[in-house]
């Protein structure tokens, strides 16, 4: 990396960063900007030469994460491979499944006993010793990049565990430390702040303040009471998580999830999430990337309404370098509401309004996660279908623990607040989809319907328009994990239903179609071989959602001005549906193909959870490249 190259850089950013700066640490900004350049400078520097090279060839090749082929892969380390070495020999099986992002969880070492699942981090440069060493890391993800596989992990920026090095001296008495983390000297602070804060983990840790006695203090906890909530209006947490991204960065992250972003800034009287501040924060932090690593891009993961989701992007008054990739939680949840309803008209209204990605950035699209569902249904979107938004969220959650008459969902309760109403889901896919419902009544036909509405979700989230991430396990129809509720550190956290370990048996079976790993497997392979081939579904093209004519049929178009339409089609029903001939008009009257390989004879019709992609590129393909 050359000197011109970095002051290159830091010319580039210098405006974001100090806007940004200026906005979170008005009269600091200058001396807090230097610092983060400083050290920003010393990173580039620090580069590996192959990191090097990747980012000489991103800041040509600047759409590399927009590619109609990406596809990612969510996972925890353990779970995956046992170990850094396991997850190493996994390569081959994500290779065959056409994944070329892995997100990999519960890397960095954990507190001791329960760590929320490896996010209340003790040190955010080693990985876990029950995984392997620094040097085990730093390879996987120069194998993984060797086989075109990019790494993302998490940087858990809003908390450190009560056990990291920080939180230790900060309990010693060192004032550096304790003025990293939010604390107060008696209730008068939490209380005010509790009259607008919600809980988020209202039964495994109710409140958002935790008395430390060697402290003689509140300390802000919004996750559990192990997790700290760092303060960044100090600037100095700013410039310490700098470094911790940094560090991530040169160890050839190329994907930098900011977990829990919304909740980094906290005000008096509001809900202290999505606050303009946090904003500020992703936009520094994208900064420092931008001079060190400008191979490295930011994944927003907040899980917020639909009015509040864009911005994580850049979409301001005025736009701007913010994260590169943001969760679009509405398209999961409008997925699975879809579903449970056997009506697309909620999902129509909600997702149609939702603005565009701005230039340069898109969403990751998923159907599950390591986390709850929340059933980030808007009062708003529900009263403009004439639906009651308070009992639609109710439906969904007793729908999806299996409570509603005819249900086919066998997922759990999580978080279940009486005095709000509100109540999160827990679940693998499958067994939210019916798989779990089918096998449990030794019923083919409903597995069938589960599987089917699997894959339906996942072409929702593979043609939506984004880089789709599967959750490890769902390329093969996995179900819940019942062993982890014996573990009393788990027991009361039913997330953990949805966390199993790989299954080595379903992995062998996925060749054969007469299992349920088999047709779910050969699903996935169709559309991660339908996404590469439908260039529409680049990220610089936009999404249209459409009123299809039918209440049960999901309407969507891409556009592209390079290379034209692309119409999706799902009849999130079982029964048979017509779509009006209206919906076609997007296509131009082109010849098309249907790029999941159904049948074009009869367009208008879609039997019980079809789907198609209709596209006019895909005719043209062995035409030389435009
Ligand atoms: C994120 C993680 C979740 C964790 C929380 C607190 O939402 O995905 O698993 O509990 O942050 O770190």
């Known amino acids: 990396m050359t000197d011109m190259e970095v002051r290159a850089r830091v010319e580039d950013w210098h405006d974001d960063l100090a806007s940004a700066l200026a906005g979170l640490y008005p009269g600091q900004a200058q001396a807090v900007g230097a610092a983060v350049v400083a050290r920003a400078s010393a990173a580039a520097r ?82 876990d010793p029950a995984l392997g060493t620094l040097s085990d890391l730093e390879e996987l993800i120069g194998s993984l990049r060797d086989a075109g596989i990019s790494t993302c992990l998490d940087l858990v920026m809003n908390h450190t565990s009560s056990d990291h090095e920080w939180a230790v001296r900060a309990r010693q008495g060192s004032a550096y430390h304790r003025g990293l983390y939010l604390t107060f000297p008696d209730r008068t602070g939490p209380d005010d702040y509790e009259a607008t804060l ?40 700013l410039v310490e998580m700098t470094d911790v991204l940094l560090h991530l960065a040169n160890l050839g992250v ?47 993961e907040a899980i917020v309404g639909p009015d509040d989701l864009v911005p994580y992007l850049g979409e301001h008054e005025r736009q701007r370098r913010e994260c590169q990739l943001a969760y679009h939680n509405q398209l999961m949840v409008q997925g699975w509401s879809m579903l449970a309803s056997r009506d697309a008209r909620l999902a129509t209204a909600a997702l149609g309004r939702l603005p565009q990605p701005p230039a340069g950035t898109t969403w990751l699209t998923y159907v599950r996660c390591h986390d709850d569902i929340g059933w980030a249904v808007s009062d708003l979107d529900a009263a403009s279908v004439g639906w009651d938004g308070r009992a639609h969220r109710r439906f969904l959650a007793q729908f999806y623990r299996g409570d509603f008459p005819m249900s086919f969902g066998r997922g759990t309760a999580f978080s279940a607040n009486p005095q709000t109403g509100d109540e999160r889901t827990c679940g693998m896919a499958s067994a939210l989809c019916g798989v779990a419902a089918g096998l449990e009544a030794g019923d083919p036909a409903q597995v069938g319907q589960g599987t089917a509405r699997l894959l339906l979700l996942y072409a929702l989230a593979f043609g939506f328009g984004g880089v789709p991430m599967i959750y490890m396990g769902d390329e093969l129809g996995l179900g819940d994990d019942e062993t982890n509720q014996v573990d009393p550190e788990r027991a009361g956290d039913s997330r953990w239903r949805h966390r199993p370990a790989m299954d080595e048996t379903q992995m062998s079976e996925r060749h054969d179609p007469h299992t349920v790993a088999g047709t779910v497997w050969a699903g996935f392979r169709r559309l991660v071989e339908a996404r590469k081939a439908c260039r529409s579904l680049h990220g610089t093209g936009t ?84």
Do not use: C
């Open 254 to 300: 190329e994907i930098v999830r900011l977990d829990a972003v919304a909740f980094t800034w906290k005000r008096l009287g509001t809900n202290s999430q999505n606050q303009p501040e946090a904003h500020l924060i992703a936009q520094a932090l994208r900064a420092a990337l931008g001079i060190a690593a400008p191979a490295s891009i930011l994944l927003a």
């Open 46 to 127: 620090a580069r590996t030469a192959a990191l090097v090279a990747l980012d000489r060839e991103r800041e040509r090749d600047v759409d590399w994460y927009l590619r109609p082929g990406r596809v990612g892969y969510a996972a925890y380390a353990d779970r995956l491979g046992g170990d850094l070495q396991g997850v190493a020999r996994r390569i081959g099986y994500l290779r065959e499944l056409g994944v070329d992002v892995l997100h990999l969880m519960s890397v960095l070492r954990g507190r001791a006993g329960n760590s929320d699942g490896g996010y209340a981090i003790d040190d955010y440069r080693r990985p």
């Open 543 to 626: 999404v249209e959602v459409l009123d299809s004519g039918h209440p049960s049929v999901f309407a969507w178009a891409r556009h592209h001005s390079r290379y034209g339409p692309m119409l999706g089609l799902a009849n999130v029903s079982e029964t048979t549906a017509y779509v009006s001939p209206d919906v076609l008009a997007v296509l131009d009257l082109r010849p098309i193909v249907d790029l999941l390989g159904l049948e074009t004879s009869d367009l208008l019709r879609l039997g019980p959870f079809a789907v198609r992609w209709l596209s006019a590129d895909g005719l043209y393909r062995t035409a030389p490249a435009v």
């Open 198 to 237: 919600p809980e988020v983990f209202p039964t495994m840790s109710p409140g958002n303040f935790t008395w430390v006695e060697q402290m003689q203090a509140w300390v802000w906890t919004t996750f559990r009471e192990f997790q700290w909530d760092l303060n960044w209006a100090n600037p100095d947490v």
